[in-house]
DNA sequence: GGGACTTTGTTCCTGCGTTCACAAGCGGTT
DNA sequence: AACCGCTTGTGAACGCAGGAACAAAGTCCC
C-alpha cells in the first residue's frame, strides 16, 4: 500500500513508454487521454496499461480517463527523472559518439559529465560538447561529479577491465554496449544490449516464419512458390 | 520435437549470446565445454542453459560436456545463420553510421546492401565501405537485392514513413532505433530498440536500490578511495 | 569387465507476467 | 435529482519462463 511495494521491471520499461508518449501528447495540447488511446499509441494492451499504472496509485479519473500532464509528471517522478542523473561515457568510437550526441538522453534528466577514451587521438576532440578525456582521468571525475551511471561503448576486448574500474570507482548503474557478458560485484547493476542479437532474433523469426506456413500472411504475396 | 516445433523467445535471444561465447571458445582451440562454465561465460543458470539447448535436440555427450565447434555450428544453423541476409540501413545519422561501421553484423551473417539517406549532404558519402544513396532508391534496391531486414536510425518523425515503405517493398524484419512505437502490416516482425527506456530503467533500479535498505551490498563501500 | 564419478537431459514445481472479465465510480443529460 | 454510459481499478485464471532436483548415460579407472 504504501509507495512502491515493488514494481516489475517489465512495468518500468513500459513505464518510460508511456511517458514518451504522453509526453508528445502534451506538445499536442491534449488534455486528458483514455487507457485504450494511449495503449494504443504505446502498442501494449489496454488491460496491461491500467495495472501498470496501478502500481503507482490511482492517477486517473473514471469516466473520463487520465489527465495527460499529471500523469507524465507522476511516471516521471516514479522513473526518478525529477533529479538528474550523472553518467560517464567510455569508448568514444562511432557508437559512443553516437550516444554522446544523442539528444533524447538530456531530454530525459540524463546528462553526460564525462567522455573518456583509450586512443590518444581522440582525446582533446569535442563531441556533443563535452571534451574527450583519457580513461585515466575516469576515478577522478567519477568521484568529482557523482556520477552513478556508466555507459561502456568500447572494443569487446577491454570492456570488462573498464567494468571493473568503474564499480571501483563508485557507479552503481552500467549500461553495457560491447558485445561480452560482464561480471560486476554485489550492488553493481548491468543491463547488456546487444545489437547482433537482436538482428539475430530478426532473422530467427523470419526463418521460423518462412518454413512454417502456419502463420499465414493475409496479404496476397503472390507467388512466393514457397512449399513444404 | 525433430526439427523446431517452437523455440521461445527468450531461448533464442541466448542461444545467440552462446553462439558468440562458443565462436570466442573455439579460437582459443578449446574442444569441449561443460554446460557449468559456458553457463558462467553467458551469465545464466546452468540449467536454463541445458534446457535452452534442449530445444534443438541432444547435442552434447554425458560425462563430456559439449563439443565446442559441433554445438557452435548446431546452434549458427537454428538461427539461420548459413545463409547471410542482406540487410538495409536507413538514416547514416551518428547513429546510423556507428552500425554500418560495425563489424559485429558482418561477422554473425548480417551483410549491408544498402545505405540510405534523407540529407543531400550525406548522400554519396562512403560509410562502411559503402555509398549512402537517396532514400527515393529504397524500393529499388530492396528488390533488386532481395533484402528481408531493414534497420531504421532516422529521426522520430519520419521512422513511420520509412517503415511503410519499407513494409511496402518487401522487408518483412525491421529493427527499429527511433523513439517511437511503429505500426506494421500483417507478418512484418518489429523490434524496438530504445536506448533511453535502457538508461531510464537503470535509474529506477538505483533509486529503488538506494531508498529501501533491504538489500544491502557486502562490500564494505565506505571509502570511495579505494580500488583495486 | 565392473564400479563409480561426471555430466547431460528431463521433469516437477514455484513464481511472474499477461490477459480476460467484472465491479466501482464519475460526468453528462434529462 | 436521478438515470445512464463510459472509464478506471481490481480480482482471478491462463500460460510461460526460471530454478532446482532426479534419472539416464557415457567415460575413466581399477
Known sequence: MQSRPRIPEATVARLAVYLRVLSGLADDGRGTVSSGELASAAGVNPAGLRKDLSHLGPCGTRGVGYEVATLRDRIATVLGM?????????GIGNLGAALAGYGGFGSRGFEFVGLFDASPA???QHVGGLPVRPVAELEEVVAATGATI?????????????CDRLAAAGVRSILNFAPVTLTAPRGV??????????????????????????VPLDTPLAPAGGMA
Open 82 to 90: 525529477e533529479t538528474a542523473h550523472a553518467c560517464v561515457l567510455v
Open 122 to 124: 581522440r582525446v582533446g
Open 150 to 162: 556508466g555507459v561502456i561503448a568500447t572494443p569487446a576486448e577491454v570492456a570488462q577491465p573498464v
Open 189 to 214: 547493476d548491468v543491463r547488456q544490449v546487444d545489437l547482433s542479437v537482436e538482428l539475430q532474433v530478426l532473422a530467427f523469426l523470419d526463418k521460423q516464419r518462412g518454413a512454417v506456413p502456419g
